[in-house]
């Protein structure tokens, strides 16, 4: 066997250095690839924990929004299931959310026409029609059930749900009480009612006077006595006529 000289030696030992070398050059270069790669995907993470941690506070503000409102919400999603009922909602209609099909909304919560008797058309409800495209203002809603045995009367909107592409992806419904607004209402009519019966049926002249003095009405009586018809004074003034 040949004894490798001095030169092929040194030769070798130049070949092996070099490729140690190129070896850890191209170590060292993958590892900064790691450590940038790790750099990112860390950096990500942090994001993605800091969006998560952010979505979590965004919906609680929301849920502690709804939860605090007035006014009843309802989602459904596009099956026509309940997926949201704040506690405005569940006071109103004395049933919370429940897993019932919009074929059973009606008899479940009691929803009635503002008739009081007929029960309210299930395709006709401003949630079902919301989660069928349209968008529906201050409908009358009456709900009776045995949790609201002397009923309420509801106004109701209504609209779709829709994602960025505008493909329906629910149903929100918005309402608030009216009860005690329409007993008031009728009470006011009542009232200018039996004013109106008094007014006009009163056998004493009558005549209405604004703070400056002008004719605003007068009964038959007055008419009768003056010999005028109200239309022939209304406005003006009470000297002058």
Known sequence: MKTPNFEQLVSEKKILEELLSVREQTV?????KLSQILSELHARARELEFS???LAHQTQILQSILNSLAVGVVVAN???QFILFNPAAERMLGVGLTETS???WVSRYGCYLPDKVTPYPMEELPL???LHGETIHDVQIFI????????VLISVSASPVTDRYGKIQGGVAVFYDIT???RMEELLRKSE???ANLFLGAADPIVILDKSGRIRGLNPAAEKIGGYEQKDLLGKHFIQA
């Open 102 to 104: 919009p074929e059973q």
């Open 28 to 32: 060292q270069e993958q590892s900064k």
């Open 144 to 151: 009776r059930n045995p949790k609201k045995p002397n009923g």
């Open 52 to 54: 998560q941690e952010e």
């Open 193 to 195: 009612r039996e004013y």
């Open 78 to 80: 596009s099956a026509g």
């Open 128 to 130: 079902f029609r919301g």
């Open 180 to 182: 005690e607004r329409k």
